[in-house]
């Protein structure tokens, strides 16, 4: 089997879009900080993310930091008189459109076509989109204020199945189409029969043709597929399974490791610690040896406080967004999200 060619990968290029309703009070801010390459957790030497070549990512709409772009969300609520919001309230809706990594496809032409596209189909407020080239795939991010008609509708923007299929045929004729892309065909539900049948014919292809594997494209599936279940095939090669790593605990977290509440420091017996309901099956607080201590406050790297500890609220919960590696959507660590 020969090579792949420019010519032949154009011809088995698929469109990648895929959205993504974002809750929680300051979840536009963090998306944004992800977007804008602002969270310092996610830069480091175990990132996927190319530090280098940060400076090739292009901003095509909306603020250039991720405070402007939650300050647009806010005046533009506030202009439509949007009252306080549910706790679990979509505050905006997330869209990712992706190229291969081996394309050929000019990436600023595709995605200033792709950010046209969801201007025209969803027609409300484009917060921020911003394209990053300093992962594996080229991809861009495109955050969307779900206000319609004066409310907040981000699960009526995102749909259901029908609605979904719908956005997916609409982009390939305004978009995919024009680049000569290709549509996911619908995944059916296949038999064991037919699945053992598709690994046979893989195991042969790759026999025949062990030049296969030095391709980026199957070396990403192949790690995919393997990611769901490793076991079986690290035992048929006689490894053994890599064992969890623990993080190591801050001084703060040793201190204030919780104690055992039946049994709390200065009380005899049975008697309950003041604050402490009888019934109660819940600790909210961390006990440590010298009383009752706060939660632990996240750190900088030099040690002291992080400053986004006095603007964070408790609705900050760490989200999940692009990972191009695996082409899927990926829980970013909670140190980065805060």
Request: proline letters at 7%; hydrophobic letters at 40%; charged letters at 20%.
């Amino acid at each position: 089997m020969r090579n792949q060619t420019p010519a032949d990968a154009m011809k088995t290029e698929r469109q990648y879009v895929r959205l993504k309703k974002l809750t929680g009070r300051d979840i536009v801010r963090i998306a944004a900080k992800h977007n804008l390459r602002e969270l310092q957790a996610e830069l480091g030497a175990e990132s996927h993310i190319d530090h280098t070549r940060i400076g090739l990512n292009q901003v095509i709409a909306g603020a250039s930091t991720a405070a402007e772009v939650a300050a647009s969300a806010e005046r533009l609520m506030l202009d439509a008189n949007i009252g306080s919001l549910r706790r679990d309230a979509v505050r905006g809706v997330e869209i990712v459109v992706s190229l291969p990594a081996v394309s050929t496809i000019d990436p600023t032409a595709y995605f200033a076509d792709s950010l046209a596209w969801v201007q025209g189909f969803f027609n409300v407020p484009v917060l921020s989109a911003v394209i990053h080239l300093d992962e594996s795939a080229p991809h861009c991010h495109v955050l969307l204020l779900p206000l319609v008609n004066g409310r907040m509708a981000g699960s009526d923007l995102v749909g259901n199945k029908p609605r979904l299929q719908a956005i997916q045929t609409s982009f390939f004729e305004q978009v995919g189409r024009k680049y000569g892309l290709t549509r996911r065909a619908a995944q059916k539900r296949l038999s064991s029969a037919t699945r053992h049948k598709a690994a046979s014919v893989i195991v042969t292809a790759i026999q025949g043709n062990p030049e296969l594997l030095d391709q980026r494209c199957v070396e990403n599936a192949m790690l995919g597929v393997l990611a769901r279940d490793p076991e079986p095939l690290l035992t048929a090669l006689g490894l053994t399974m890599p064992l969890p790593t623990k993080p190591g605990k801050s001084f703060i977290e040793i201190m204030t490791k919780p104690c055992k509440l039946e049994n709390p420091i200065g009380f005899k017996g049975s008697a309950k610690p003041i604050g402490f309901a009888n019934d109660s099956t819940e600790n909210h607080r961390t006990l440590s040896c010298v009383g009752i201590a706060p939660e632990p406050l996240p750190l900088t790297e030099a040690g002291s406080i992080s400053p986004d500890v006095f603007s964070r609220s408790q609705d900050d919960a760490p989200s999940e967004y692009w990972d191009s590696e695996r082409g899927e959507f990926g829980k970013v660590p909670m140190a980065s999200a805060r």
